[in-house]
């Protein structure tokens, strides 16, 4: 019985035939399949496709559906378009060695199975689209929507293979800030959503599921813990330097993920709200105070609403050396010898800064309850915005 060819047997069998390395981009110039690459110049060529290719511009393939064009960190390549019956989806292309034209033989080749390449390619693209729907749908109900739908949900997702199967899970929500206005915002998060499910594809057999929500967030569902140091180098690319990603504690199995997904909002939330003290990827642990501080409506917060203490801060228009010092003593548990030392000055040179401060703010710095309620709310003040960050 005949059946239609896979993409990927059908790209390998063209490749043994025309004696090249092959490699086929979407529309959006994302690299969606490839032949074996067997030698190390093969390999480095796809890697560098496989990481960049979607930040290069388009090239033209010319009136005869092909033209040979320099690709940035390929060289010299064949690209021949990719039609389905309708409309151009892709490309194929393949690197060229040396100053030489491939033979006409290679070409023809080529040419004569873009069309089969580009109908099987526009119903991958087709799938995968389905598939980002379907897993939408779905993590929308397993961590944001009512609780009764959460077990079905929970079994779809496994079922259908959009997450692999496992004891625990964790998960990752990202974004930009959310008081910026660039219309671009939410398409970097689509980005970086997209840029880690295809890390973890490419170099993990695990099934990580991903999409994004209506109010511009991303979330992620990884059926293990998330290593911090590889999220951060992800989003450390140009295209995505823009967005944050808090991560949720691991739980014990899916029907537990929006625990982890509510907790990863909060420490997303803190990533935002006072940039400087956070990294681009934060855990929920690392959060510490700022993840519950997160749950105030700090947007909605004025001076009015801090306490006494603080608001004497505030008015008393401090330099910002005296800030500093007093946000220091604060921080380091009113010890003379660690402030000085965090602040890099002489302790004699702390001790006039701290009584300038008394005498400013006329509060009892001595008083443990006046430093913990000062602690807390310049704090708060300064995750309200309420109170400039350092120059």
Do not use: N
């Not at 402030?339 to 040179?349: E, G, K």
């Amino acid at each position: 019985m005949d059946r239609t060819p896979d993409l990927d047997d059908l790209l390998q069998d063209l490749s043994e035939r025309a004696g090249r390395r092959l490699i086929v981009l979407d529309s959006a110039m994302r690299v969606v399949a490839w032949s074996i690459h067997e030698s190390d110049d093969d390999r480095r060529r796809l890697s560098a496709a496989l990481a960049h290719s979607d930040s290069w511009d388009v090239p033209a393939a010319g009136p005869e559906g092909f033209a040979i064009e320099d690709v940035p960190e390929l060289g010299r390549c064949l690209v021949i378009a990719l039609h389905d019956h309708r409309h151009r989806v892709g490309l194929l292309l393949t690197v060229l060695e040396g100053p030489r034209s491939p033979s006409a033989d290679v070409v023809r080749t080529l040419v004569g199975e873009a069309p089969v390449l580009g109908v099987l390619l526009s119903l991958r693209t087709l799938y995968a689209a389905r598939d980002r729907d379907r897993a939408r749908t779905l993590l929308t109900a397993l961590v944001a929507g009512d609780p009764a739908r959460r077990p079905g949900a929970a079994e779809a997702l496994v079922g259908e293979g959009l997450l692999g199967a496992s004891r625990q899970y964790c998960a990752v929500v990202l974004g930009t800030d959310p008081l910026a206005a660039a219309p671009d915002e939410t398409g970097r998060t689509v980005l970086a959503v997209h840029r880690t499910l295809d890390f973890v594809a490419r170099s993990s057999t695990a099934s990580v599921v991903g999409s994004t929500f209506d109010d511009g967030t991303g979330v992620l569902v990884f059926p293990r813990p998330v290593v911090v140091p590889r999220l951060a180098r992800i989003l450390a690319r140009p295209d995505v330097a823009t967005v944050r990603a808090g991560i949720g504690p691991v739980v014990d199995g899916l029907l537990d993920v929006h625990r982890s997904y509510r907790l990863a909002r909060r420490t997303w939330r803190t990533l935002w709200l006072d940039p400087l003290a956070h990294g681009p990827v934060s855990t929920w642990d690392d959060a510490g105070l700022d993840g519950l501080l997160a749950m105030l409506p700090l947007e909605r917060l004025t001076a009015d609403d801090l306490p006494l203490q603080v608001r004497r801060v505030l008015a008393a228009g401090l330099r910002p050396e005296l800030l500093r010092t007093l946000e220091t003593y604060l921080d380091c548990g009113a010890d003379a010898q660690r402030t000085a030392a965090a602040l890099h000055i002489h302790r004699s040179t702390f001790y006039y800064r701290l009584d300038r401060l008394k005498e400013r703010l006329d509060l009892d710095l001595d008083d443990g309850r006046t430093r913990s309620e000062l602690h807390v709310g310049l704090r708060v003040a300064r995750l309200a915005r309420l109170w400039p960050p350092e120059p």
